[in-house]
């Protein structure tokens, strides 16, 4: 299994940024897709952002100008610099990979970091 940890939680004000990070470890694996989701209390997990191998990064609208998904390929790390927070975007933020291990396809979820946008 490829196991998932993430950093970078915590409180902020309106306004503020957080620099969330998420390394994976684990042995003889390619990582394809990674991605963040969120789940606020009362609702469904939803994703944020995602980021091919490739590069190719995806928004939702509701973050879209304001959180930036980035992802090293050598270190098997992801990041998300979100700025401009809102209280909305309060929730528990998930790291998400999909991966192959022996031409098989696996994915992995992280524990989840908490944000907290509040003044």
């Known amino acids: 299994q490829v196991q998932l940890v993430e950093s970078g939680g915590g409180l902020v004000q309106p306004g503020g940024s957080l620099r969330l990070s998420c390394a994976a470890s684990?042995?003889?694996?390619?990582?394809?897709?990674m991605r963040w989701y969120r789940q606020a209390p009362g609702k469904q997990r939803e994703l944020v952002a995602a980021?091919?191998?490739?590069?190719?990064?995806n928004y939702s609208d509701s973050v879209k100008g304001r959180f930036t998904i980035s992802r090293d390929n050598a270190k098997n790390t992801v990041n998300l610099q979100m700025n401009s927070l809102k209280p909305e975007d309060t929730a528990v933020y998930y790291c998400?990979?999909?991966?192959?291990?022996?031409?098989?396809?696996?994915?992995?979820w992280g524990q989840g970091t908490q944000v907290t946008v509040s003044s």
């Open positions: 998400y990979v999909d991966f192959t291990r022996s031409r098989r396809s696996f994915t992995s």
């Open positions: 684990g042995s003889d694996f390619s990582i394809n897709a």
């Open positions: 980021i091919t191998r490739g590069g190719v990064t």
